[in-house]
């Protein structure tokens, strides 16, 4: 069992529970009160508490025992109950797993191990002995975990301690999380790249990072770790808290809603960690966008959620191998490539297309979307993008644009994003939107519902980009979902969205890989200011023979600049580039400076892409035809 875990691990991300010291407060249990001992007084308020988070997504539960040990516990005068309170904390989070139903049957648990709650700096080696002994006492108690979790460690030679006192009494797995401080580093100043060097060396099967200030400083400290891990081949955990804490009112409250959590959450899975969770403050609601995150982002091995309709069938391409939701119902035909739609006939013949994103409007009144369009068009542009809820946003819906732009003639390109809409709703959308007209999509996750206007709003995501491109392929060859055939095939160009300026370059080659592999025909990117990232993407995607048309956002300002390079996953603008702007100042010459940086690019690469795909800020539409003027035949 113990080794599943750490193949389970490396096999897909794995969601976490939140706190336990947090949750017991909001239910009345003071902060005077010792928490472990609550195991042993109220154990169907710890089983409460666990199966919220089961519930909440949660496949790793971790035991009420962070300070079971005699040190902390001689403070309430229970240090004769470390191995009993150890052993309940184990005991309840098993029982609160068998009681959360089937749906979390698989999920594991975590022994919780803290510090020891004394500074260690310093201290003789008779004492540092204690200390040891005091985490085998506590090791033992936790056996009948299936790893041990050493958690909040500051202190590098407290960590080293703990991991060599469990590794001494158990051959359980140790994930070994450690705390920095505001500036980054240890309580002795060891630096995050430093302190996964010392942890892998002293036999850390999982090295990560917990507490800390909140989700953005755990990110940063994450980052500078990972690069120096990738040779061990050791996954990464990442657990924040909730922010940081605030006295409101006598209560202390954590700043971090879930929203926002579950934006770095996605941050995080992104950058490779294979454990998340939360630590102090954080809630249900907080997993949950965890888990949100991490369906978001499914490992290679997920199928995006269409398991439950399909089979689960692999998408052998094989003649006579075809699971049947690819096998063309008698009588009917696969529309060819090149007869899709006006944009593939374009692509078959090798033309140079130019797309250009032009977004439904935030009110009532399309005209202005319907004006730029047709301006677009007039000036030589072939197809219009048309994003679903762009940054979450609420806008009209964009099938409602795509159907007036059909109206008008022009040939639109629909965005099908999957948080909005349940496996049943997104067949409906991409069948009705067939039916009007729509013959051009671009299949995507979505990003989640962002902070602002609407923070509670709900994200469905019952599948992912692949599972939809799934589903959608399917339909293309005349069945629904569940192989069922619908007396007729649709048409659609299926495209999707990659970003080679991704953390995580490997796994987003992987995971565009399978995209192409569940039905995606051509691959749009995001935009890119460094040529050599774009490069290394072209070269890597080259031998999958799809066309890829290269993204191009000319940026508006230095502002703008800063905002993309720093706030936008996947989104990287060289020093160089952002120097230009900030010397270009702001106004008609910071745009022009953009329009510039953009042209280059696109001269840079335009023998080696089926098109152009051009995103301009602020709705000034004439700024893509700025970008194509001379570099693209009319």
Same mark, same amino acid.
């Given at each position: 069992m113990t080794h599943r875990f750490l193949e389970a691990l490396r096999d897909h991300?794995?969601?976490?529970?939140?706190? *336990?010291?947090?949750?017991?407060?909001?239910?009345?249990?003071?902060?005077?009160a010792n928490y472990e001992e609550i195991c042993l007084s109220r154990p169907d308020l710890i089983k409460s508490i666990h199966r919220e988070y089961l519930k909440a997504g949660a496949q790793v539960i971790e035991s009420n025992t962070f300070g079971a040990n005699r040190y902390r516990l001689a403070r309430f005068s229970l240090e004769h109950k470390v191995r009993e309170l150890n052993e309940a904390g184990v005991r309840l989070a098993r029982e609160a797993i068998a009681e959360a139903g089937p749906s979390s049957a698989g999920a594991w648990v975590a022994g919780s191990l803290g510090p020891a709650g004394v500074n260690v700096k310093g201290m003789p080696e008779?004492?540092?002995a204690d200390v040891r002994a005091a985490f085998?006492?506590?090791a033992k108690g936790l056996a009948g975990a299936d790893f041990i979790a050493i958690e909040t460690m500051r202190q590098p030679e407290e960590i080293r301690i703990a991991l060599q006192a469990v590794k001494e009494v158990s051959d359980l797995p140790v994930i070994a999380m450690v705390s920095f401080d505001t500036f980054g580093t240890m309580a002795d100043g060891t630096t995050p790249d430093a302190m996964a060097d010392k942890l892998a060396a002293w036999g850390a099967d999982v090295i990560g990072v917990n507490c800390g200030d909140g989700p953005a400083g755990v990110f940063d400290v994450v980052s500078r770790m990972i690069e120096? *891990?990738?040779?061990?081949?050791?996954?990464?955990?990442a657990m924040p808290n909730a922010g940081i804490p605030r006295r409101?009112?006598?209560?202390?409250?954590?700043?971090?809603?879930?929203?926002?959590?579950?934006?770095?959450?996605?941050?995080?899975?992104?950058?490779?960690?294979?454990?998340?969770?939360?630590?102090?403050?954080?809630?249900?609601?907080?997993?949950?966008?965890?888990?949100?995150?991490?369906?978001?982002?499914?490992?290679?091995?997920?199928? @995006? @959620?269409l398991a439950s309709v399909s089979g689960g069938e692999p998408a052998d391409t094989t003649a006579g191998a075809q699971p049947r939701l690819f096998v063309v119902p008698e009588g009917l035909e696969l529309v060819r490539f090149e007869e899709k739609s006006s944009l593939s006939a374009k692509l078959a013949q090798k033309k140079?297309?130019?797309?250009?994103?032009?977004?439904?409007?935030?009110?009532?009144?399309?005209?202005?979307?319907?004006?730029?369009?047709?301006?677009?068009?007039?000036?030589?542009?072939?197809?219009?993008?048309?994003?679903?809820?762009?940054?979450?946003?609420a806008r009209m819906m964009n099938l409602a644009l795509a159907v007036r732009l059909i109206q008008e003639g022009i040939d639109p390109i629909l965005h099908v994003c999957c948080r909005d809409r349940n496996l049943l709703g997104l067949v409906g959308h991409v069948m009705g939107s067939h039916e009007? @007209?729509?013959?051009? $999509?671009?299949?995507?996750?979505?990003?989640?519902?962002?902070?602002?206007?609407f923070p509670d709003c709900t994200a469905v995501y019952d599948l992912d980009s692949v599972g939809l491109l799934r589903l959608v392929r399917g339909l293309n060859h005349g069945r629904d979902p569940g192989g069922k055939a619908l007396g007729g095939v649709t048409r659609f160009l299926l495209l999707t969205g990659a970003e080679p300026a991704a953390m995580d370059y490997q796994r987003e080659i992987t995971r565009l890989k399978k995209k192409i592999e569940a039905g995606a025909e051509a691959v749009m990117t995001q935009p890119v200011y460094d040529p050599a990232v774009l490069e290394r993407f072209l070269a890597d995607v080259e031998p999958l023979g799809v066309p890829v048309l290269v993204g191009v956002l000319p $940026?508006?300002?230095?502002?703008?600049?800063?905002? $993309?390079?720093?706030?936008?996953?996947? *989104?990287?603008?060289p020093d160089a580039t952002r120097d230009r702007m900030r010397k270009a100042g702001t106004g008609p010459l910071a745009r022009k400076e953009g329009v510039a940086i953009a042209r280059e690019m696109l001269e840079a690469v335009k023998h080696r892409v089926a098109g152009a795909y051009v995103m301009p800020p602020l709705e000034r539409w004439e700024m893509a035809l700025e970008v194509i003027d001379g570099i693209v035949a009319p």
């Open positions: 991300p794995l969601v976490a529970d939140g706190a *336990m010291g947090t949750q017991l407060y909001e239910r009345g249990i003071l902060y005077t008779r004492d540092l085998v006492e506590q120096q *891990m990738r040779p061990t081949g050791l996954p990464l955990a409101v009112e006598g209560r202390l409250l954590y700043m971090a809603n879930p929203e926002y959590f579950g934006v770095y959450a996605r941050r995080l899975i992104k950058l490779g960690v294979r454990l998340l969770g939360g630590c102090c403050g954080t809630t249900a609601d907080h997993i949950r966008r965890v888990a949100y995150a991490t369906r978001m982002h499914a490992h290679e091995g997920d199928n @995006g @959620g140079f297309v130019v797309s250009v994103e032009v977004n439904p409007p935030a009110g009532m009144d399309a005209t202005r979307a319907i004006d730029g369009a047709k301006m677009l068009v007039r000036n030589g542009v072939d197809v219009i993008n048309i994003a679903d809820g762009p940054r979450a946003s009007l @007209g729509v013959r051009n $999509l671009v299949i995507i996750t979505g990003d989640p519902p962002k902070m602002g206007d $940026l508006a300002s230095h502002r703008n600049a800063e905002f $993309l390079h720093n706030e936008v996953p996947g *989104m990287r603008i």
